[in-house]
């Protein structure tokens, strides 16, 4: 028996949901799955290297997002631009930021504001520098291409696009 007489295993978390057409998108599930935690515990792991262990990962991708571009953000920017519906969630994350003095805020109006500190920022290139040292250094010898990278990116959010469609379905039924 040759290689190409071998049928390919579905790799699945749930069998039941990879019965019939379209199995393979139980198998992409799985890999997000895997993926996510394997991010989650990365992101934790790499904070610890940086410096900080008190931050789970919601608050540690807060922290960046208020960080990103130097620009004042408000709950409804980074729940939108991290595509997070429970507002509470991240309302919390920014309330810990606060207490850790990684966080400042601004009331202008009705409407609060989000910077990141001198120490937050601080905090933040140093994630980035384990970044570079633990992930990025590995990351080459992938043989991956950057174009391939965004292709992958951009895959990813049009399936994005896909769930968010789907559960408003389901709402609606």
Not at 93 to 99: E, I, M, T
């Amino acid at each position: 028996m040759n290689e190409q007489d071998i049928p390919k295993r579905r790799i699945v978390s749930s069998r039941h949901l990879a019965d019939g057409e379209n199995w393979e998108a139980s198998e992409i599930e799985y890999g997000m799955i895997i993926a996510y935690n394997a991010f989650s515990r990365w992101m934790t792991r790499c904070m610890s290297a940086a410096g900080n262990t008190d931050l789970t990962p919601l608050e540690i991708l807060v922290l960046h997002n208020t960080n990103h571009r130097g620009r004042d953000k408000r709950l409804t920017d980074i729940c939108f631009l991290l595509n997070i519906e429970d507002t509470h969630t991240v309302n919390y994350a920014l309330r810990k930021l606060l207490k850790m003095d990684l966080l400042v805020s601004e009331k202008r109006g009705k409407e609060v504001f989000y910077s990141t500190s001198p120490t937050g920022a601080d905090l933040c290139e140093a994630y980035r520098d384990m970044r570079e040292r633990c992930f990025l250094d590995g990351l080459s010898r992938l043989d991956m291409t950057g174009e391939e990278m965004r292709d992958i990116a951009a895959s990813l959010r049009a399936l994005s696009g896909q769930y968010d469609q789907a559960s408003r379905a389901a709402a609606s039924l």
